[in-house]
Nanobody, 115 residues
Framework: QVQLVESGGGLVQPGGSLRLSCVVSGRILAAYAMAWYRQAPGKQRELVATITTGYSTDYADSVKGRFTISRVNAKNTVYLQMNSLKPEDTAVYYC?????????WGQGTQVTVSS
């Protein structure tokens, strides 16, 4: 019943920026902590950033200082602002809750950082 739709990915050069969006339907977003994940080919899905219902945030060490997670509950949307992108950030990015039980995963959005 819940639907997660990620968008905003693309091809960017090292040092560039992207803003990802996650639109959540079927739930009142304000009631849920949310998170961004990423998965590179041949690697496990990893937790990138979390945001609580009280707007507190946390980040993986690999992205701390470069990425910012935010939410606009009235728009049912979670954002991930990505700055100073590196080739190792290349992955498919997904949104979901930060702890199980998870919603069904969306299609994700591809981020490719390459010169």
């Amino acid at each position: 019943q819940v639907q997660l739709v990620e968008s905003g990915g693309g091809l960017v050069q090292p040092g560039g920026s992207l803003r990802l969006s996650c639109v959540v339907s079927g739930r009142i977003l304000a009631a849920y902590a949310m998170a961004w994940y990423r998965q590179a080919p041949g690697k496990q899905r990893e937790l990138v950033a979390t945001i609580t219902t009280g707007y507190s945030t946390d980040y993986a060490d690999s992205v701390k200082g470069r990425f910012t997670i935010s939410r606009v509950n009235a728009k049912n949307t979670v954002y991930l602002q990505m700055n100073s992108l590196k080739p190792e950030d290349t992955a498919v990015y997904y949104c979901n809750v930060p702890k199980p039980p998870y919603a069904d995963w969306g299609q994700g959005t591809q981020v490719t950082v390459s010169s």
